[in-house]
């Protein structure tokens, strides 16, 4: 089962600034990797996939790379409706399909 | 448009099995392109898959849950459901069913709160 790591917990980002958040998985999974955002109390939405290609409908300002084990999701400047949880998963063995246990986006 | 929800009892008691339904419009669950399936998500921690199944094919379960749970397919009614037993106060959490897309979980319904509780 591939290991899926998430750093920081939680990051604190003011309104206008670039966030980074990282992903790293315990061995190689190509740019099968996503990325999802998750806000209380709705359902997570799936925001990246191929490691950087946006899903429909998803702004510009999100961003993935990475590929291997070392993944980043940054968000160019940062709006109030960006707080959120952020996951990460990786698509490249499974079963089973695995996340990372996510970092917390907190606008300052 | 494609829509999932899904449909459960919200309270379980410890021991019993929970029985989940997903209910599908906007596409058919026995398109053979289509992976399906269920992930959960304990108050205030992660994701965790389930299960995953496709219609003409196989069916997968998570390791760590394989012994306790089974997925099934009325197809007559578009739905797939997911039976749990012998719950205890862990299984507590939302319930999503989801579809894939090449693998990737892109489209899920808003979740079902579940309760194990006496």
């Known amino acids: 089962e591939i290991v899926m790591t998430q750093s920081p917990a939680t990051l604190s980002v003011s309104p206008g600034e670039r966030a980074t958040l990282s992903c790293r998985a315990s061995q190689s999974v190509s740019s099968n990797l996503a990325w999802y955002q998750q806000k209380p109390g709705q359902a997570p939405r799936l925001l990246v996939y191929g490691a950087s290609t946006r899903a429909t409908g998803i702004p510009a300002r999100f961003s993935g790379s990475g590929s291997g084990t070392e993944f980043t999701l940054t968000i160019s400047s940062l709006q109030s409706e960006d707080s959120a949880v952020y996951y990460c998963?990786?698509?490249?063995?499974?079963?089973?399909?695995?996340f990372g246990q996510g970092t917390k986006m907190e606008i300052k | 448009q494609l829509q999932l929800q899904e449909s459960g009892p919200g309270l379980v008691k410890p021991s019993e099995t929970l029985s989940l339904t997903c209910t599908v419009s906007g596409d058919s669950i026995t398109s053979s392109s289509n992976f399906w399936g269920w992930i959960r998500q304990p108050p205030g921690k992660g994701l965790e898959w389930i299960g995953t199944f496709y219609y003409s094919g196989s069916t997968y379960y998570s390791p760590s849950l394989k012994s306790r749970v089974t997925i099934s397919v009325d197809a007559s009614k578009n739905q797939f459901s997911l039976k749990m037993s012998s719950v205890t106060a862990a299984d507590t959490g939302v319930y999503y069913c989801?579809?894939?897309?090449?693998?990737?979980?892109?489209?899920w319904g808003q979740g079902t709160l579940i309760t194990v509780s006496s």
């Open positions: 998963q990786q698509y490249h063995n499974w079963p089973p399909w695995t």
């Open positions: 989801v579809r894939h897309l090449s693998s990737i979980f892109a489209y």
